[in-house]
């Protein structure tokens, strides 16, 4: 028997949790794992590069949905994603994460009464504003078998209702991730290529509506980190979005000719990943980067209200700080007053065999048949 299990794959954040997964899931002979990419992101480097340097193989199909308003891209992926469905019927589809591409394709293939199973299920921020949180809390009341990273998750689907029987905590992904690549990222050397030295930079991930869509934020964040940059280097490669907003609000300039700022293009998840180890700090509204600095005990400051992975600040190197607050912090940080943070129970480099031996048991697999 080999069961046809869709992962789907869209956005930049999905690649390192599809990666882990799709590896170990294509040992069991009892499964044939297929990468389905919706094309949410297209771009060499918000895309491509990560099949490279995370070892994923050719989606086994593309959805080509691109750019488009929330409704155009979730109704677009609920289409293309529904016809696939019907051509060639998984028996289970994967969905990562928290991106539109996520609920959308849950969304369809539930209706066609495909079970799905989410990884990184129960996050919450709280705050119904972004786009995320819809997202999650929409996926999250369909799936039908929900993988937590951390007991906050749980404890949030518990909540909601969710039946506890459809809830395994298996762990966080992104540190198998990190894991599976720490030779090439220790040997990449990114800081040394870009003329700095290890501790003596900061990185900078920024791309939340909340802090790039306005130009009165954006702008506030281009000149505290100008300021920053004064002290020291401040590494910031651009997310599309936000080089978007930067040049349609006239601040890209201004920006680039902060001295000690370094504008750089996306970075591939080895590159980036070597450029992280070695920060002073990061500066970010990411989800992911949240947890990869908690997983290197490296200080991270969140440029937002609230985040959906609160771990990451009670036990973690993360604090959330509002950008009048961002310059205080930087120093804080060169002071040595900043948490180091310690281990967070199952961000271990083993979800993904976690979450295959979870997806065995629901499929109903037994030993003798896998
Ligand atoms: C999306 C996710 C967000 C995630 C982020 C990761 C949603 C609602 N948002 O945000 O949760 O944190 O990805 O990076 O799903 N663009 C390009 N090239 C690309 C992709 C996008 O130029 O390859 C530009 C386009 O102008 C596009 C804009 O970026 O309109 C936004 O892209 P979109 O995928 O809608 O949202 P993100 O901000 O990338
Ligand atoms: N990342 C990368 N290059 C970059 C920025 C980010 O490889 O230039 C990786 C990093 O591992 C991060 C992940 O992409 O955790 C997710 O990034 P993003 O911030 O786009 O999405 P989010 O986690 O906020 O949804």
Known sequence: MS????????????????????????????????????????????????????????????????????????????VAYERLCQRERPDWTVVVGDVNSTMAAALAAKKLLIPVAHLEAGLRSGDRTMPEEINRIVTDAIADVLWTPSPDGDANLLREGVPAAKIERVGNIMIDAFELQRTRIEAAGTPGKMG?????????????????????????????????????????????????????????????????????????YVEFMSLIRSAACVVTDSGGVQEETTYLGIPCLTLRDTTERPVTVSQGSNRLVKVAELAQAVAQVLNGAWPKGRPIALWDGRTALRAADSLARFAGITPSSG
């Open 196 to 268: 700095l030295a290890a501790g003596a930079y900061a990185v900078v991930t920024l791309h939340r509506p909340s802090n790039v869509d306005e130009r009165d934020a954006l702008s506030a964040v281009v000149e505290t980190l100008r300021a920053i940059a004064q002290r020291l280097s401040v590494v910031f490669p651009l997310h599309p979005r936000t080089r978007k907003q930067l040049e349609t609000f006239g601040l890209f300039e201004r920006l680039k000719s902060g001295t000690g700022v370094v504008l750089a293009e996306p970075m591939g």
């Open 3 to 78: 069961l046809i299990v869709h992962i789907i794959v869209a956005a930049r954040p999905n690649f390192m949790k599809a990666a882990p997964l799709y590896r170990e899931l294509a040992r069991r002979d009892w499964c044939r794992p297929v990468l389905v990419h919706t094309g949410q992101h297209y771009d060499a480097s918000m895309s491509e590069v990560f099949f490279r340097d995370l070892g994923l193989p050719e989606p086994g199909h593309h959805l080509g949905i691109g750019s488009g308003s929330h409704a155009e891209q979730t109704a677009g992926v609920m």
